[in-house]
């Protein structure tokens, strides 16, 4: 890195801790439903429910999150790229913890019938309407505060900072039912995650009023550049080739954390009769691996390039997904060490919104962000656990074919960035100009 090249001062230090603390307190909100689907499921659906049914539609349940995404993350960056970025981050957090802390309040279905899994419904949608437009918001937000030679390792904090709510999420809930017991929780422990998440929420909406708006986006109001009629018409009218990519990129960070990370635990049990608390165990050790990961790409992503460190994460990705599917066929011996590493390397994902920032400039930057990842999470994260299940009748390996031929995507759209990029450029300058 050149002497001359600006480093990260006490501010963009703050600014992004504060930033990553905040998104790891909403993602907890977020994921720790499915921590207690099958309490859930018993809570708010009739007694006499069949078994199978009852787990479809409590799985529904949590799926509603991410298909309100789309419409949260759009309508909320329409705002953040019209009248700011901190409003709408501010936002996304608050319309996350008020949701959260009123799930543990709801009654249940014996309380009220079927008007419980119908405000539960209406819980959910909100949430997901809140994180969808947290993530690119977040993204975008970190991305203009800090240097841009630091915006890769900034974006990696921040992508942590998602990873680590998850990690906390599993921690809460085993710690709720390791020391509740099963009835306990089902009569009144469960609301405890969700009482907690609602505070931590409301405590991220404090430490969120401490931050400043981004000098980016100021400078562009100052400069009256700021993008006139919807900013999601200028994206598909004139970036059109970023929004495939960026979708692209989602596709493979799907892959990777909805496979390796969120499935994998079951699927080994299932696969190489692994007991379950020797699963979850090497999930939580993957999970913090990755929240390291994901750090230490983003700063590999500021010194050596993003395109270059996509290639190298998407190979050892690949890699070392198959050592921990066929290492597991041979014995459970070496069950955390594989998984750790695999987690590891799951965080390659840390590279990919350092891309998609760069790929649609600053007046739409969080309406491009916003559309191409939420679109192709809600699309692609709702369909992966699909086809990998049905997959895996026939082909036991599935889940590593299906992250390896994403990560080959992955190492191709890293040959195409590296192809269109201006040396001291953002990758998509050429294809805007």
Not at 141 to 147: D, G, L, M, N, S
Request: glycine residues 10%; charged residues 10%; hydrophobic residues 55%.
């Amino acid at each position: 890195m050149p002497a001359s090249a600006p480093s990260l001062g006490r501010r963009d230090l703050r600014t992004l801790a504060l930033a990553a603390l905040g998104g790891a307190l909403e993602f907890y909100d977020f994921i720790i439903f499915v921590f207690f689907t099958a309490t859930i499921g018993q809570l708010f659906f009739p007694p006499d429910t069949p078994d199978w049914l009852r787990q479809l539609q409590t799985f529904g349940l949590f799926a509603a999150g991410y298909l309100a995404r789309p419409l949260g993350g759009v309508l909320m960056a329409h705002f953040g790229d019209r009248s700011g970025r901190k409003r709408m981050f501010l936002l996304s957090v608050l319309l996350m913890a008020i949701p959260t802390l009123l799930i543990g309040l709801l009654p249940i279905y014996a309380d009220i019938g079927y008007a419980a899994p119908l405000a539960l419904l209406l819980m959910r949608v909100l949430q997901g309407a809140a994180v969808g437009g947290e993530v690119p918001g977040a993204w975008t937000f970190v991305a203009e505060h800090v240097p841009e030679r630091h915006v890769g390792f900034a974006c990696g904090v921040l992508t942590a900072g998602l990873t680590a709510g998850i990690l906390l999420g599993s921690l809460v809930a085993t710690a709720v039912n390791r020391e509740l017991g099963a009835e306990a929780v089902l009569a009144w422990g469960w609301r405890i995650p969700f009482l907690l998440g609602g505070v931590f929420g409301l405590l991220a909406v404090f430490l969120r009023r401490l931050l400043a708006e981004t000098p980016v986006f100021e400078e562009l109001r100052r400069r009256r550049e700021l993008v006139e009629g919807l900013p999601l018409k200028v994206v598909l009218a004139g970036h059109g080739h970023a929004v495939v990519v960026s979708m692209l990129l989602t596709w493979l960070l799907t892959a990777a954390i909805v496979v390796v990370i969120l499935m994998t635990p079951s699927l080994i049990q299932t696969l190489f009769a692994i007991p379950a608390p020797s699963a979850l165990a090497a999930n939580s050790l993957a999970t913090l691996a990755l929240t390291i990961g994901c750090v230490v790409f983003g700063w590999l992503a500021d010194r050596f390039g993003t395109a270059r460190v996509l290639r190298l994460g998407c190979a050892s990705l690949l890699c070392t997904t198959y050592l921990l599917y066929l290492g597991l066929q041979r014995g459970p011996e070496h069950l955390h060490a594989l998984y750790a590493l695999a987690g590891f390397c799951v965080g390659v994902v840390g590279v990919i919104p350092t891309l998609l920032v760069r790929a649609f400039p600053p007046a739409v930057r969080f309406s491009g962000v916003s559309f191409a990842y939420n679109v192709a999470y809600a699309l692609f994260g709702g369909l992966t656990p699909l086809f990998v299940t049905i997959s895996m009748q026939r082909q036991p390996l599935a889940p590593a074919h299906y992250v390896a031929a994403l990560c080959l995507v992955g190492i191709a759209l890293g040959v195409y960035v590296s192809a269109r990029s201006l040396p001291g450029a953002a990758w998509a300058d050429r294809a805007t100009e």
